[in-house]
């Protein structure tokens, strides 16, 4: 999937633990966005990064949820005191600028936590 | 409130006929249309796009129309292949939305040999 790299693929957490996910996006990408996948639905669009900066966090839940894609170093997203309902994949997308056509947004392979 | 809706949640094929995948929308700001497609534990894949001032756009196989008054979309499949089984999800987005996309439920799609 053109280069955006998501560790760990797959992460089991017993519910009120912490779950880290990291996001490498394409080389030269400074933007990151990052979907979540519940069972049986599409795709919903959580946050969009630029480094150092949330531009829109409009879809992130509003408790135990974060992101941040620092200066140097991975994207990640942050869920703290995991429940079952947090179960699902998310992936993780780079592009260019948002000057640059829509179509040229990359998909990682996602990264599936799974909560008991 | 489901904005891109795909109605149909599978949909088998045989070998060397059409596939039509079938999205609709209820956003009238939306501008850009994608298509992705999805095998099982990866992550999507762009396959085609097409913006709101076209009606047609078409890359090989793939053909996507676009019907604004009815605010629906297709992708056409010709001739379908039996690596092109996989989920396929349509999504929109707005301008200014900082390319934020609205997915779909996805239609998994069987081609069958």
């Known amino acids: 999937n053109a280069g955006v790299m998501q560790n760990p693929r797959h992460l089991v957490r017993r519910r009120g633990q912490e779950a880290r996910l990291r996001c490498s996006p394409v080389?030269?990408?400074?933007?990151v966005y990052w979907y979540r996948q519940l069972p049986e639905e599409g795709l919903k669009f959580m946050v969009y990064?630029?480094?150092?900066?949330?531009?829109?966090e409009s879809g992130m839940p509003k408790e135990r949820f974060s992101a941040e894609f620092p200066k140097e170093g991975p994207s990640i997203l942050r869920i703290q005191q995991v429940v079952r309902g947090d179960s699902a994949a998310y992936f993780c997308?780079?592009?260019?600028?948002?000057?640059?056509?829509?179509?040229?947004?990359?998909f990682g392979e996602g990264s599936w936590l799974t909560v008991v | 409130d489901q904005q891109v809706k795909q109605n149909s949640p599978s949909l088998s094929v045989q070998e060397g006929r059409i596939s039509i995948l079938n999205c609709d929308y209820t956003?009238?700001?939306?501008?850009?249309f994608l298509w992705y497609k999805k095998y099982p534990a990866e992550g999507p894949t762009f396959l085609i796009s097409?913006?709101?001032?076209?009606d047609k756009n078409e890359d090989g196989r793939f053909t996507v129309f676009l019907n604004k008054s009815a605010k629906h979309l297709s992708l056409h499949i010709v001739p379908s292949q039996p690596g092109d089984s996989a989920v396929y999800f349509c999504?929109?987005?707005?301008?200014?939305?900082?390319?934020?996309?609205?997915f779909g439920t996805g239609t998994l799609l069987a081609v069958q040999p």
């Open positions: 997308a780079s592009s260019p600028t948002t000057d640059s056509l829509i179509s040229t947004i990359y």
């Open positions: 080389k030269g990408h400074s933007h």
């Open positions: 990064l630029q480094k150092e900066n949330i531009i829109d």
């Open positions: 956003n009238s700001m939306f501008d850009y």
């Open positions: 097409i913006s709101s001032i076209k």
């Open positions: 999504a929109a987005s707005k301008r200014g939305a900082t390319n934020k996309l609205i």
